[in-house]
């Protein structure tokens, strides 16, 4: 196995370009990470994996083996080592008290880069390592304030930025599991109506794994009013992951994406885009553009792309979705 040392700041390359630079990241190519597939036992069947195909219209197989596979069995690592210091913990305190609490990771990355994708894959795979079978995935977009109250806010043209969610609950939420409560609800977005939906929860129960997927997962904690910095979402991350690419692939899979959607999803009576089903390709593909290049792209730039370094992995895809490389953070 290879491997080279990254920068912290900037993009690297996947080959090696900074190899004696100090950093605190660890950098694998693609053909380093792939190795460590064939060192990995699949917790998943054959029926299983072509299963995953369906999560996603263009899921490549052998990606999920050699990407998303040793991935999976990283974090398992992680999960094992996080319930190992908890029991040697409360062993330290002379503690005999309830289980640990739920190891809770997030999946970071802009509107359309991949993130639903990864983390749908990752809940797959890790609910099939037998340690942690109960793994919850959450979309932040049900903490989106609803329509009404973003219209209020004159916020209706910068839904994903960090102001159009309401950031408290979704803290509340994140500190409930982290306080080891056993029931916790979330809110739910419905990307057909556009908006959030109020009476639908999703609720998850005593799980070993909550994945929290969203735009701004990796944001810190603003600054209050009184000057102190409160919590963010971050602090109670036991692990993140941060789906990369460049903006401008980025840019043409959002387009892409609202092309297929306007020969299906936009076509549904309920859908807000449903004006979209009836514009000519040309038309669609400038409306996408507009809406990256108003609303998607510069809150990649100003908000989403900050973060990326606050991640413990960086997945960096290349135009046609294959993982180039991982950064990972040393231990
Ligand atoms: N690993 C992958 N391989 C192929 N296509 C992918 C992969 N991940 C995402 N895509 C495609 O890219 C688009 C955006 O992916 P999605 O997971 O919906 O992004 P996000 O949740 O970040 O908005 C979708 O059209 C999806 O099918
Ligand atoms: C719902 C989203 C803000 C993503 O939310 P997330 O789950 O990442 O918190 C995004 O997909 C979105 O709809 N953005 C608004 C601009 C657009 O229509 O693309």
Redesign the pocket.
Known sequence: MTSTEAHTEGESHGNGSHEGEASPYLELSREAWADLAHETVSPLSAEELERLRGL?????LT?VEQVYLPLSRLLSLYVSAAGGLHREQEAFLHRRTPPRTPFVMGVA?????????????LQQMLAHWPEHPNVALITTDGFLYPNAELERRGLMQRKGFPESYDRRALLKFVVDIKSGKEEVEAPTYSHLVYDVVGDEKVVIKSPDIVII?GLNVLQPAGVRGDGRTGLGLSDFFDFSVY?DAGTSHIRQ??V??FL?LRETAFRDPHSYFRKYAALTRDEAVAEAERIWDTINGPNLTQNVLPTRSRATLVLR?DK???VRYVRLRKI
């Open positions: 996603s219209d263009r899921l490549d990606e990355g802009s509107v359309a880069v991949g993130k639903s994708t990864t983390a749908r894959v997927e789906v899979w959002y892409e994406r297929r895809k046609d979705h294959s």
